[in-house]
């Protein structure tokens, strides 16, 4: 008989690398090509997600399906407008739920967020978020060099540090 226990209950362990080994693949070839990049798979498994899904089985079934209309476009025609503009609705939604949970983090961090939706609405997301990366960056040298007069090398190994730690929140 077939296990129904829901995936976040199995207790399986999932390599990350290998889902980062294979979006930089996708990225890459993306670029060279003109595309527009990936930046991870974490939208699509939380629609997912919210779509009853447990497994990554479920991503693989959106890359058929992607790739389907990749190579026939003309079936795109047959898609209702209602149905598309829901999504729209919905995925525009879950962007602004994710600001107000930024808020929780305090307002510079909602600056920044919105600094880098524009900036990324503006120039691009890969420039879009390696200028807003900049931006922290220089004003977390600016805090620490300003009020805590510590030298710039140790901004940046206090800065390099509080990453590996914390896994990128240096807020």
């Excluded at 976040?8 to 980062?20: A, D, G, H, M, Q």
């Excluded at 939380?46 to 209309?69: D, H, M, Q």
């Excluded at 025609?77 to 929780?104: C, D, N, Q, S």
């Amino acid at each position: 008989m077939q296990d129904l226990t829901p995936y976040y209950t199995r207790k399986r362990k999932c390599n990350s690398n290998n889902s980062l080994l294979a979006i930089w693949i996708a990225n890459m070839g993306s670029s060279f090509f003109g595309g527009m990049t990936n930046l991870d798979g974490l939208a699509k498994s939380t629609t997912n997600r919210l779509a009853g899904a447990y497994t990554k089985f479920s991503v693989l079934i959106i890359g058929c399906v992607v790739t389907f209309f990749t190579f026939n476009t003309h079936a795109l025609e047959y898609l209702p407008k209602f149905a598309l503009a829901v999504i729209m609705i919905f995925t525009g939604w879950k962007m602004i739920e994710g600001l107000v949970h930024v808020t929780h983090h305090g307002p510079y961090a909602m600056i920044l967020a919105i600094l880098c939706g524009v900036l990324v609405f503006m120039v691009g997301i890969f420039e879009g978020l390696l200028i807003a990366m900049a931006v922290h960056g220089i004003v977390h040298y600016m805090v620490y060099a300003n009020l805590d007069k510590m030298p710039g090398r140790e901004i940046v190994k206090r800065y390099i540090d509080d990453l590996k730690k914390n896994g990128g929140d240096v807020s």
